[in-house]
């Protein structure tokens, strides 16, 4: 019997109460994500299976992670034959990363990302900003995602990273369109829709603009010094609407 993927690829222990902070530049760091997407195999995906289709699969040294609590609407499976921290569909897994612990060990997300290769299509880095100063740190990581082909996802606490991950799970079979943004039908609501993709306007100016003008067209035809008038806009967001507004339609 083929032994799978997963299997065939040994992962070192990881000693998550190190305190000793890692000498390894942020450059190094970066450098060690690029040369792993070009060294590693091309594996896509990972042949296993969950005894329940519905499961969430768990490696075993998750186990104890706060953010379990927070996964109430799917069954954990703890599995140690898989690579990842989660993973939440046939192609699709989780690597988890506290920020704490990556400003500690910064060469540990470089080396998991080592041993996971290509497998899987949809590679989730889920980052829960436990620091008060995170910025520098999450730069770094934006980097090392784009180099590694890893969608970055940031939660705030435990509670919101586990209801990432069930949320991906929940969401495996469903259509793209079930996520795409609503199409108002409701001439008022496109509107304000339209207005508000002219920076800075936001919902609010557009909702004030409309009531005080009753019409696109008048806005439209409204001096820049009666748009500053309107209560909320300001002379900044006056001058913004009004050149948008009569810039030239393209035309082909």
Same mark, same amino acid.
């Not at 586990?162 to 991906?168: A, N, P, R, V, W």
């Not at 309107?230 to 339609?249: D, I, N, S």
């Given at each position: 019997?083929?032994?799978?993927?997963?299997?065939?690829?040994?992962?070192?222990?990881?000693?998550?109460?190190?305190?000793?902070?890692?000498?390894?530049?942020?450059?190094?760091?970066?450098?060690?994500?690029?040369?792993?997407?070009?060294?590693?195999?091309?594996?896509?995906?990972?042949?296993?299976?969950?005894?329940?289709? !519905?499961?969430?699969?768990? !490696?075993?040294?998750?186990?104890?992670?706060?953010? &379990?609590?927070?996964?109430?609407?799917?069954?954990?499976?703890?599995?140690?034959?898989? &690579?990842?921290?989660?993973?939440?569909? %046939?192609?699709?897994?989780?690597?988890?990363?506290?920020?704490?612990?990556?400003?500690?060990?910064?060469?540990?997300?470089?080396?998991?990302?080592?041993?996971?290769?290509?497998?899987?299509?949809? %590679?989730?880095?889920?980052?829960?900003?436990?620091?008060?100063?995170? !910025?520098?740190?999450?730069?770094?990581?934006?980097?090392?995602?784009?180099?590694?082909?890893?969608?970055?996802? &940031?939660?705030?606490? $435990?509670?919101?990273?586990?209801?990432? +991950?069930?949320?991906?799970?929940?969401?495996?079979?469903?259509?793209?369109?079930?996520?795409?943004?609503? /199409?108002? $039908?409701?001439? !008022?609501?496109?509107?304000?829709?339209?207005?508000?993709?002219?920076?800075?306007?936001?919902?609010?100016?557009?909702?004030?603009?409309?009531?005080?003008?009753?019409?696109?067209?008048? +806005? +439209?035809?409204?001096?820049?010094?009666?748009?500053?008038? /309107?209560?909320? &806009?300001?002379?900044?967001?006056?001058?913004?609407?009004?050149?948008?507004?009569?810039?030239?339609?393209?035309?082909?």
């Amino acid at each position: 019997m083929e032994m799978p993927i997963a299997a065939k690829i040994p992962r070192k222990e990881v000693i998550s109460n190190s305190n000793k902070p890692a000498t390894i530049q942020s450059k190094s760091i970066v450098n060690a994500a690029q040369t792993t997407t070009k060294e590693l195999p091309t594996t896509t995906g990972a042949k296993i299976t969950a005894s329940n289709p !519905h499961c969430i699969l768990v !490696h075993p040294k998750q186990r104890g992670n706060p953010i &379990l609590k927070s996964i109430q609407n799917c069954p954990l499976e703890f599995r140690d034959d898989i &690579l990842p921290d989660y993973v939440v569909g %046939r192609t699709t897994c989780v690597l988890y990363l506290s920020l704490k612990y990556h400003q500690l060990n910064p060469d540990y997300i470089c080396q998991r990302l080592k041993e996971l290769g290509k497998m899987y299509e949809l %590679r989730v880095l889920l980052v829960q900003v436990d620091t008060p100063e995170p !910025h520098a740190a999450l730069k770094t990581l934006t980097r090392i995602s784009l180099l590694a082909d890893l969608t970055l996802m &940031l939660a705030w606490n $435990a509670e919101e990273a586990g209801k990432m +991950i069930e949320t991906y799970k929940l969401f495996e079979k469903r259509p793209p369109d079930w996520i795409m943004e609503r /199409v108002d $039908a409701n001439p !008022h609501q496109k509107l304000v829709s339209a207005l508000t993709n002219i920076k800075p306007v936001n919902k609010t100016d557009a909702t004030t603009l409309l009531q005080n003008f009753g019409s696109l067209e008048k +806005i +439209i035809n409204a001096s820049e010094d009666r748009l500053s008038q /309107v209560t909320g &806009l300001g002379p900044r967001k006056a001058k913004k609407l009004y050149k948008t507004l009569q810039e030239p339609f393209l035309t082909k």
